[in-house]
């Protein structure tokens, strides 16, 4: 879902600027900047419209509180204008005190600023906690949370905790897509010099809700997405042996890569013996994409019985996908085809499904 579409406009209109209101104006942002949370409290019993200005970037108070203020006094600082913000209708009865309104710098609303600050999440427990809560997880997906969390070039390598307090949370987000059609992994991948150990929680996660497999929203695979030197130690993090993992490797990764995955990883064996959610085996993947003699060899071995399954998708045998394949590296690996066969002889004579 698009944030833009979900995010509502700032019903409040802003405050005329007095001499005594641009006082208190200033004087509010000094006390962001220090922060001195007695004097906040004064200047906003006096001139609560401070709350509404938004500066020549967009940003609230809120905003600047947010990212700028860096003390002990932080959160209640940021818990303070949000209640006020909420009493004084701050950006329409819909805004939730501000956190709602965007900037006007790169559209952000304050919940987005919240996930891309510094890996704290006192101020989430807070919005969650609070009654009625200023933050469901119906929101994670909505304003794409998990996506800002993820996909924010700056400080993210710091954002652990926040990203992981947000996927249990919500672990639905994982398989939100944004308004372009990729998944928070995806938009992961395609920062620069995002944090392996970041990836390493996503891609764990992602198994266990069934995203590995998904194409992002130009179809490319997550694979194709992430950076080469990321592969191998990310799928070397995944502890669990019952996941689809190979139908997504089979034809992304290079053969030095399949070679290390084949003779080194714990799970490849029992990887061999997983369906993915259409019912394929990684054999099937392998032979529609034409993995070469050798790797090929080893797929059949893991899982001998595999060459006589009917592929759900297409109605072929392995056999017959490896024959038919036009994506080989060679025109024809006659070697794999007739591994396949020999390990499974009837199905040549066999009519297909289809």
Not at 52 to 81: D, V, W
Not at 183 to 202: R, V
Request: proline content about 7%; aromatic content about 8%; overall charge negative.
């Amino acid at each position: 879902m698009s944030t833009e579409s979900t995010i509502p406009a700032c019903e409040t209109p802003a405050p005329v600027v007095t001499p005594e209101l641009q006082r208190a104006i200033s004087q509010f942002q000094q006390v962001l900047w220090t922060p001195n949370l007695p004097k906040a409290v004064s200047i906003l019993q006096s001139n609560p419209e401070v709350l509404s200005h938004q500066n020549r970037i967009g940003f609230l108070p809120l905003h600047i509180a947010i990212k700028c203020t860096r003390s002990a006094y932080r959160s209640e600082m940021i818990k303070l204008i949000i209640e006020e913000g909420i009493k004084h209708n701050v950006g329409g009865p819909n805004a939730r005190g501000g956190l709602l309104v965007p900037s006007e710098y790169k559209r952000r609303t304050g919940l987005c600023l919240l996930v891309v600050g510094d890996d704290k999440t006192d101020i989430l427990d807070y919005l969650i906690n609070r009654d009625p809560p200023l933050l469901t997880p119906r929101d994670v997906i909505d304003f794409e949370l998990l996506h800002c969390a993820a996909g924010d070039p700056f400080l993210f390598k710091d954002r652990y905790d926040t990203l992981r307090y947000l996927m249990d949370f919500c672990p639905q987000a994982l398989a939100s897509r944004n308004s372009i059609g990729d998944l928070p992994i995806h938009y992961l991948c395609k920062q620069p010099g995002y944090a392996l150990k970041i990836f390493e929680m996503f891609l764990n996660e992602g198994i266990l809700n069934g995203v590995f497999l998904e194409e992002d929203g130009a179809g490319n695979s997550l694979l194709d997405c992430c950076l080469v030197e990321h592969i191998l130690p990310a799928l070397r993090s995944i502890e669990r042996d019952d996941v689809p993992i190979l139908q997504g490797v089979f034809g992304v990764v290079t053969k030095t890569q399949l070679r290390t995955i084949i003779d080194t990883f714990p799970h490849f064996k029992a990887w061999c013996y997983v369906r993915d959610n259409r019912g394929r085996l990684p054999i099937h993947t392998a032979s529609e994409c034409g993995l070469q003699n050798q790797e090929m060899k080893d797929v059949i071995e893991a899982n001998v019985f595999a060459t006589s399954e009917i592929d759900p998708v297409t109605g072929l045998y392995p056999f017959l996908l490896a024959a038919c394949s036009a994506e080989k590296e060679e025109e024809c690996d006659l070697a794999s085809i007739y591994q396949l066969a020999r390990y499974n002889p009837n199905c040549v004579g066999f009519q297909t499904l289809k």
